[in-house]
């Protein structure tokens, strides 16, 4: 049985569950793949701490090097994340000749191209499933399953922190900070939350499965990108009034010429299955032409869901070397060749439905001012509901348009905001529904 | 740039979308794959009919022998269904040194052991993701993404009638037969319906899967199986205010010297994802070591979720002739010679709750004898709900009870029904929840 040398960077979260499925699960491996996934180095800075599990196969050591250089090693599996020295590493690991299992999407969405080419040059492997919905074969399933489909559209709730907090505002009434709090406690949010609540995390994975989708470059900077800091029980129970969910969600769409790609805050319809996507779990959701609507649902973080994905990658590499068919799968399941710049569409030109909540002032003749504003600006409404009155004496009016461009939303609420109708800018929330589609 | 020559057994519905995508989408696929897909015929008793689309290329044929024979062909794909003549076309194109791409779960389910044994002879591809939930890329989860991982337990909808049949009923309180007549009417049931109805299609489903999940041998004639026939508005009304849904479940368990494996109404919790999969849609839910529980949900079958899978089929297949990797991944997902036989546990043996619905006579008593009945048979008792009275002057007494062994509930039903408390045998419906777990 041939046997396959891995070299581990980084022995986090992820990277424990990785080595302690390569060491646990050895014979299941060997058995479904007809290879030995021997463990041979793990790197990181602290090999002292005891992560729990059994390391007395793997050398432990603190230079990356020793992975980097040692010329027995196939596969190196990259899970320090961040840009540096991850992304040094990754070059040259590649370089060497070795193939690179990574999670690393804040990487891969900056500098991916960067990559791909390097690895493509090299002709080894760069293989990335864990990168985006955790245990979930979103990747494999783009790059391989859905190969004959056009895909319409994307709908994906990728960041399980922003998941938590806005399941549990909309079970218990929590405010954010409230939610954040316990999410931090319970260990569904970080310390240092913002790469996640502000909607960053989930963009570095748009980025990535945009690019997957549609044979596109990928394109980080032009994806327009808001989190959900600003969300509140009332926005929530203002949704469901209306029979809406708010969801952080990363939206992708194919259009003739261009692309939309957006991460924001969303309403959807309660009959949409990501409505029922509750609690840390992540789900995708994916409109293809042939498919019609299918879904991905699952851990999309976590030690063993993610260790998961990364052990299906090496898997995959490991059946390639077996096979001798590195690079059978294009990286980016297109040819580079093949591979376009797709513009993505501007924000103003967006069409679609929103959600409008004002704090208007208790007086008469407000609502039809804020009315009249929003028929100025072609902007034409489907429902108005408002309800009690605020500590502060405003009255709260929310109001459901139909279908409208970004920019004149973004103008008339620029316009009302200097009325003394209102006493802030209003709360802005996107509709994805059938009408919005 | 390569052609690869692919022909078509059966131009039905499937096969008609099949040759739709190949023709269609032959520039997607080739920018994809790097090989010109070449459908060069297709054979059918019937190449008179007009079946809406482009088949201006390939050849037309009414025997199938000239696909089988011809040397240009490399990948065959059968979408005749049923055993005879499929299994016989199969063989030969396997044996004529062509890899064989087919949806015929019936034929898998019956002597799949027997066409992968050809197959691998023969060093061909043999592949099958359109078999099993149409266009959720199942096969490939198991076989590929899931390597990791120990499979604890599979709980799936896959068939759309049944889904349908069972959603119809639940939304506006239908009959069987009435749901029966509009899911024929509307295209979500055959003329001929038992083979969806009475569960047999969900059982060739999940003899596939369970042998791609645990590697052991398909095993179609060890599985229970029972359909929804019997499934009444009222049961369905009792789920409800017992906080379930009925669902035609197939259940495949992992123990440690044996598998569950069995399909029948299945009562679920409304906290399950599976529990909002309505109308004719699918859905795999999955709970493994490492990933925890994850889903796929999508459209089951119909013409073009299925050839998307049958071409993701056919683009693994090309991808492998251009990369010299044919049987990269094995058949079954595990090596022929890792592959064993697990047994399948006796339904008597099963442990689960069970929902019993009696139709009681209204006399004094009664619910005392049957609650005795069910405690001499060491059947546990969760809670009890009395309703109205029938027509026939019987009350409808529910009872969902504890954990218990099927044996028990049959003896005890049994012995209930000999006695002048019933007028007929109890409707028995099992549960999938928490405890039963």
């Known amino acids: 049985m041939k046997t396959i040398h891995i070299g581990i960077l980084g022995l986090g979260v992820v990277g424990t569950g990785v080595a302690d499925l390569l060491t646990r699960k050895s014979r299941l491996l060997a058995s479904r793949t007809g290879a030995h996934l021997n463990l041979k180095t793990i790197a990181d800075l602290d090999i002292d701490t005891d992560r729990g599990i059994d390391l007395s196969t793997p050398a432990l050591v603190t230079d990356a090097m020793a992975v980097l250089t040692d010329p027995d090693i196939d596969v190196v599996v990259e899970l320090i994340g961040g840009h540096t020295p991850a992304r040094q590493f990754i070059m040259t690991a590649l370089e060497n000749g070795k193939h690179v299992v990574t999670a690393n999407k804040a990487l891969l969405a900056a500098c991916?191209?960067?990559?791909?080419?390097?690895?493509?040059?090299?002709?080894?492997?760069?293989?990335?499933?864990?990168?985006?919905?955790?245990?979930m074969p979103?990747?494999?399933?783009?790059?391989?399953?859905?190969?004959a489909n056009d895909i319409n559209s994307m709908s994906a709730i990728l960041n399980g922190t922003c998941n938590y907090i806005l399941s549990r505002i909309s079970k218990d009434g929590s405010t954010f900070?409230?939610?954040?709090?316990?999410?931090?406690?319970?260990?569904?949010?970080?310390?240092?939350?913002?790469?996640?609540?502000?909607?960053?995390?989930?963009?570095?994975?748009?980025?990535?499965?945009?690019?997957?989708?549609?044979?596109?470059?990928?394109?980080l900077s032009d994806i327009h990108v808001e989190g959900i800091r600003d969300i509140t029980p009332m926005d929530i129970e203002f949704a469901k009034s209306f029979g809406y969910t708010i969801k952080l969600l990363a939206i992708g769409k194919r259009h003739k010429d261009h692309v939309e790609a957006r991460v924001h805050p969303t309403m959807i319809d309660n009959t949409n299955p990501l409505s029922h996507v509750d609690h840390s779990m992540n789900a995708i959701a994916i409109d293809a032409d042939a498919t019609g609507k299918t879904m991905l649902y699952g851990h999309g973080a976590g030690m063993m869901p993610t260790a998961s994905a990364v052990l299906s990658d090496i898997a995959d590499i490991a059946r390639n070397i077996i096979a001798g068919s590195t690079g059978r799968v294009p990286i980016l399941g297109y040819p580079q060749e093949n591979i376009r710049h797709i513009p993505i569409l501007s924000m103003n030109e967006l069409m679609t439905r929103y959600y409008l909540r004002f704090e208007a002032q208790d007086h008469p003749g407000v609502l039809s001012r804020i009315a009249g504003i929003l028929g100025e600006n072609k902007i034409s409404i489907s429902s108005v509901q408002q309800q009690g009155r605020n500590a502060s004496g405003t009255v709260p009016v929310v109001m459901i348009t139909h279908v409208a461009k970004e920019e004149w939303i973004q103008r008339a609420l620029g316009r009302i905001t200097e009325t003394d109708c209102v006493i802030k800018r209003p709360m802005v929330i996107r509709i994805e529904d059938e009408e919005a589609q």
Chains 1, 2 share one sequence.
Do not use: W, Y
């Open 177 to 219: 900070e409230e939610a954040l709090k316990t999410a931090q406690e319970l260990g569904f949010a970080e310390a240092e939350p913002s790469l996640d609540i502000d909607g960053h995390d989930t963009a570095h994975k748009l980025a990535i499965l945009n690019a997957l989708a549609h044979g596109m470059e990928i394109n």
């Open 138 to 147: 979103i990747i494999k399933t783009l790059r391989e399953s859905l190969v």
């Open 112 to 135: 991916g191209g960067e990559l791909v080419e390097t690895a493509r040059k090299n002709r080894v492997d760069l293989m990335f499933e864990a990168s985006c919905g955790g245990c």
